[in-house]
C-alpha cells in the first residue's frame, strides 16, 4: 500500500507503521517490509513496529538509520508490503542442520548482513549456527571474499603493501603506533586499519585519536598512505569489510569467539587494504584468546593458508600473552609511551622488543632485509629518529599535530597510587582485573584515564611501594574505579613462599 | 542516572534515549539498561534505541510494552544505569559448546525469555544452540517445568481433566471442535488452549472465534471448564506457558522444528492446565512435519516417557496425514463443516472419523469406555446431539450466540470455481499450495474467506466439473489468490496413464 514518509530520529533500523496499516498489509511488530520508492528506484527492507498512536493511518515512520539507504525526504510516498522472507535464511537453516555453505550462499548471507536485511536475532543464528558447526577452510575463504566484495577496496599502483594483526587479548598492546611508522620509514607502505576497543581499555584508534583525527574513507587513506607511506585510522568510518563489525556486534553479547569468522574477519581486511604481505600477531598464554603454542601454531597454519588462498604472504609470530606489553593501560599513557619509545626513551623493554620484532618480520618478508637481519634494521629505523619523523608525517596527514612530543600527552589529573600492604614479590597481575579498573576510570572514552603499572609480575616489592597508578579525567570515575579495584584485587604480593605445608598428625 | 518518563506507543519492547544521555550512561544502540522506579520498588531491563531529536537529555522514552512491566507514568523518575550481562548468556554459550543445562539453568533462560530480559537475538540464539546440540530428556523435563512455572496454571479439583493436542502440519483439522464436545458431554473436562495460525490459515483459537470470544485470562478457562465440562480457547491470552509463544517467534524466520523444545512447548500447556490424560495426534505422511510412521513412533515414545515424568497419562495417535481433513479450509467454512456434523451430518468421513478415533482413545484412558470401545461410545455422544448440546453451553459460555446453526456460518461473497481442464483423476492435491491460497484469499483474518475442496486426491472427474472453489471476503484477495493460483497449480487432473513410454528405437 502508499504510505507517505514522515522521518523519526530514532537509531534503530526500522520503520513505525499505524496498527491499521500493519494489518491491512499483514505484517506484525517485528515482522518485515519492503519499501519502494519508486520514483528515485530505491527499495529496502525493514522491521516493523507499530503505534496506534505515534503516527497517522497512513504515514510510515523511517528510522534514521533505514534512511540513510532509503534516502527519502519528509513526504514522500512510498509503496510498502510485506516482505518475501530472504533466501539466505534457509542457508543458515542449512548450516544449523550441519550443511556447507556454498560461494552464492556466503555472498548473499554476508550482503543481507551489510544491507541490514537480516535482523539482529537472524545474524545472531548465523553466527550461532556458524560458530556451532564450524566453517570449513572453503567456506572461509568465501567469507573472506564475500566481506571483502561487499565493501570498499584500496587499489595500490605501487607495492608491496605491508599490514599487520594482533589477534588481541593482551592488555597495554600499543605496538601498531610503533610498527607503522617503523615500516613506513623503510620505503614500505603501510595503510593500517584499527578497532576500537570492544572489551578493552583502548583499541589501536583509540590511542591514534589521542594524535590526530582516524575517521577517513577509503579512498582518503590510499591518498595518505600513498603520500607518507602509512596511516592509522579507525577502520570502523572506511567501508572496509563493512560486514565484519556487524558480525562482531552479534558474537559479543555471547563473547563467542568462531575461529574461522574471527580468521576471514581478518584477512578481509588484509586483503581489501591491498596487502601482499601480513604479520599476524599471536599473543599466547593464560587468559589470552590462545591459551597453548599448539593453538597458535594450528591457527597461525590457517591464516597461511588462508593467504595462500588469496595471493597474501602471511607471517604469524606468537608472542607472549599474559603480560601486558609496556607499562600502561588507557589511551593518553599508551599514546605517551609509545611517542617517548619513538623519541628515543630505551624501554619499556617488552613494548620495544615486540615491534621491532613484528616490524623485522614484515621487513624481511618485503626483502627490505635479509633473513635474520630485520630486527636489527627496525631498531635502526628507530633508533635514528626516522620512526618518530616518519609518524611526524602520518599524524600531519591525518590532521594532527606534527610537532606534539611524548611530554605533551599527560595522563588525568585524578591519580590513586595502590601500593603493595606488604613486603614481597608481586606473584599475580590479573590482565582482566587491569582492562576492568581502566574502564571503570574512564578509558578509552576519557582519554587521561587508565593504568600506569610500575611493578610487574615477579617484581620484588617493599611495603608501601606504589605497584600501580589509576589516573581519571573525572574524580568520582576515580572513585569508583578504587571502590572495585578494592574487590577484585588485580595485584597479589605475597613472600616467595606461599603456603607452609604443616607435618601430618600423627595417628 | 535519574531521568524523567515519557511513554511512546512504540510496540518494541524498548527505551528511546537521547544519545548524551547514553554516552553518560555508556550504552551504545541496542545495549541493555536497567530501569529502576525506585518508589514503585520496579526493576526492568529493556534494550535502547538513541535519538538526538525526538527526546530532550534527561528524559526517557518508554516503548509501550515495557511499560506493562514498568507501570510508570509520565513525568516518573526513574534511576537508569547500563545493565549487568543477564547469567543466561553464558548458559546459551554453554550450549553452543555443547554443554547441558541444569534445571536451574534453563530455569533462568525461561525467565529471562518471559521478562523480555533475552532480546530477540539472544533467544534465537538460544533456539540456534538447543536446535542444532539438542536436549537430552533431562533437559525437556527442565524446560517444559520451567515453562509451566512462569506462567500461569489452572487448578482442578475434580480429576480426571482430559487434554489433546494435534502436531500440525495438516491442513483443514478442525477435529477439536468435534473432540472438546465429545469429551466434556461423556462428563470429563477438558480445557483445550489453541493457538492462532502461524503459517496455517487457520488455528483452532481462528476458528472458535466464529463461534464466540476465545481471549480469556486462565482462571476464567477453569470457571467455564468447571461449569460446562469444557473450553476452545486461544492459549495466547491465558499466560500459561508464555516462554513458549516467544520461542516459536523466533524459530519461525528459520522454520526451526525442534523436537525437544516442541515436546516441552505442547506438554508445558497440558501440565499447566492440569491435564491428566493427554491424547497427541501425530499426522504422518509426506509434506507433514514427521515423514514416516518410525518417526511418528519415536516422538510418540517422547511424549510418553515426558508424560510419565510429569505425572500425566500419555497416550498418541499417528494419524494419515497427506490429504486434508475434512472438506474445507478457512474459518467459516470449516466451522460450517464441523457444525453441520455435530448437527448429524453423515461426512465428511475423514473429519468424523479422525475426531471419534481420537475422542475414543481419551474416553478409554479416562475408563469412561472399555477398551476397544471408546470409537462407539464417541459415536454415539456425537449422534445422539449430545455433543451439539455440549458445544452450545460452551459458545454460550464463552459469549457467543448458543442458537447458532451451520446454515448460519457462511462463506465469502467472492467466489471462484477451479474446474477439471480435461477428464480424468485428481492426482494431486497440493497441501502447502492449498493453504497459500487460502491465505491470498484472506485467511484466516478475513473469516469468509477460504477453499471448499469437492474433489479430493483420487476422485475422478470430467472437464469442467468444479475441484474446488475459492472464497474471498473481499474482491481483491479473491483475483489475488486466482492469479497465483494459476501459477502455483495446486491440483493435477491427469488420465490414469500418466506418461506414455515410446518403444525403444531399432539401433
Excluded at 599490514?163 to 593500517?192: E, F, Q
Amino acid at each position: 500500500m502508499k504510505l507517505t514518509v514522515k522521518l523519526l530520529d530514532i537509531a534503530n533500523r526500522g520503520v513505525l507503521l499505524h496498527s491499521t496499516d500493519a494489518q491491512n498489509i499483514r505484517v506484525r511488530d517485528g515482522d518485515r517490509v519492503q519499501i519502494a520508492d519508486e520514483t528515485a528506484g530505491i527499495s529496502v527492507q525493514a522491521h516493523v513496529d507499530t503505534t496506534s498512536s505515534l503516527i497517522e493511518p497512513g504515514v510510515i515512520g523511517v528510522y534514521r538509520p533505514l534512511n540513510a539507504t532509503l534516502a527519502a525526504s519528509e513526504g514522500t510516498p512510498v509503496e510498502v508490503r510485506s516482505a518475501e522472507r530472504p533466501l539466505s535464511l534457509s542457508y543458515i537453516k542449512k548450516k544449523m542442520d550441519g550443511g556447507r555453505f556454498t560461494k552464492d550462499e556466503t555472498l548473499e548471507i554476508v550482503k543481507d548482513i551489510v544491507d541490514d536485511t537480516l535482523s539482529p536475532g537472524e545474524i545472531t543464528a548465523y553466527v550461532t549456527a556458524s560458530y556451532i558447526n564450524g566453517l570449513d577452510m572453503d567456506e572461509v575463504e568465501y567469507l573472506t571474499r564475500a566481506m571483502v566484495e561487499t565493501g570498499e577496496r584500496l587499489q595500490f599502483t605501487r607495492h608491496p603493501v605491508v599490514d599487520k594483526h594482533s589477534i588481541g587479548g593482551v592488555p597495554g598492546n600499543k605496538i601498531t603506533l610503533l610498527i607503522v611508522p617503523i615500516i613506513a620509514a623503510s620505503g614500505l607502505r603501510i595503510p593500517k586499519t584499527s578497532s576500537r576497543a570492544i572489551t578493552g581499555a583502548g583499541g589501536t584508534a583509540d590511542l591514534m585519536e589521542v594524535l590526530a583525527p582516524v575517521s577517513f574513507p577509503a579512498a582518503e587513506v590510499q591518498k595518505m598512505t600513498e603520500k607518507v607511506g602509512g596511516a592509522i585510522v579507525w577502520g570502523g568510518a572506511t567501508n572496509i569489510a563493512p560486514a565484519d563489525d556487524k558480525i562482531i556486534t552479534y558474537e559479543y553479547p555471547f563473547r563467542i569467539d568462531a575461529r574461522g569468522q574471527m580468521i576471514a574477519s581478518v584477512m578481509a581486511k588484509k586483503f581489501a587494504v591491498g596487502a601482499d604481505i601480513v604479520v599476524i600477531d599471536i599473543p599466547v598464554g593464560r587468559n589470552t584468546k590462545i591459551a597453548t603454542p599448539q593453538e597458535g601454531r594450528k591457527l597461525a597454519r590457517e591464516f597461511i593458508e588462508l593467504g595462500e588462498r588469496l595471493g597474501m604472504r602471511v607471517e604469524c609470530a606468537l608472542s607472549y600473552g599474559e603480560s601486558l606489553v609496556g607499562h600502561t593501560i588507557g589511551p593518553n599513557l599508551e599514546v605517551h609511551e609509545a611517542l617517548a619509545v619513538l623519541e628515543g626513551a630505551p624501554e619499556p623493554n617488552s613494548l620495544i622488543q615486540k615491534s621491532l620484532s613484528i616490524a623485522g618480520i614484515a621487513l624481511e618478508m618485503a626483502g627490505k632485509a635479509a633473513y635474520g637481519q630485520g630486527f636489527d634494521m627496525a631498531a635502526d629505523l628507530l633508533r635514528s629518529g626516522k620512526a618518530l619523523e616518519k609518524m611526524r608525517q602520518i599524524i600531519e596527514v591525518q590532521g594532527g599535530d606534527p610537532t606534539v612530543k611524548a611530554e605533551d600527552i599527560v595522563p588525568g589529573e585524578y591519580r590513586f597510587d595502590v601500593r603493595a600492604p606488604q613486603d614481597g614479590y608481586v606473584i599475580e597481575l590479573n590482565n582482566s582485573a587491569l582492562v576492568t579498573l581502566a574502564r571503570l576510570a574512564g578509558s578509552p572514552y576519557d582519554h587521561g584515564a587508565g593504568l600506569d603499572i610500575h611493578a610487574k609480575k615477579g617484581t620484588r616489592v617493599r611495603k608501601g611501594d606504589p605497584i600501580f597508578t589509576i589516573y581519571a579525567d573525572r574524580e568520582w570515575r576515580l572513585e569508583r574505579a578504587i571502590e572495585v579495584g578494592r574487590v577484585l584485587m588485580p595485584v597479589v604480593v605475597e613472600g616467595m613462599v606461599l603456603e607452609r605445608i604443616p607435618p601430618e598428625r600423627w595417628v
